[in-house]
């Protein structure tokens, strides 16, 4: 069974940092893309950034310049590096992959940043 497991969360103030990780437990086979997605309260989920297995990238408009998305294929990990924080960031952050037919979601991680 494949369970992706988040972590790297937390409070942070305005201009700070984070790095979120999600890593892939189980087997897992011709994944397709990895990416981050996050939901504040009263949003709906967002797509935050994406890699696809080649390494290219995709990523909001609203994080552009800050955020880098990565990951470490021995691992099973993909990351998000979050630089210049905003209030406007806070939201429960979310890691999917999908590989095939099929996509598997964390469970969230919390990031709250303070002005």
């Known amino acids: 069974q494949v369970q992706l497991v988040e972590s790297g969360g937390g409070l942070v103030q305005a201009g700070g940092s984070l790095r979120l990780s999600c890593a892939a437990s189980g087997r897992i086979s011709s994944i397709n893309t990895m990416g981050w997605y996050r939901q504040a309260p009263g949003n709906q989920r967002e797509l935050v950034a994406l890699m696809h297995i080649e390494g290219s990238t995709n990523y909001a408009d609203s994080v552009k310049g800050r955020f880098t998305i990565s990951r470490d294929n021995a691992k099973n990990t993909v990351y998000l590096q979050m630089n210049s924080l905003k209030p406007e960031d806070t939201a429960v952050y979310y890691c999917?992959?999908?590989?095939?037919?099929?996509?598997?979601w964390g469970q969230g991680t919390q990031v709250t940043v303070s002005s």
């Open positions: 999917r992959i999908v590989a095939g037919m099929y996509y598997y």
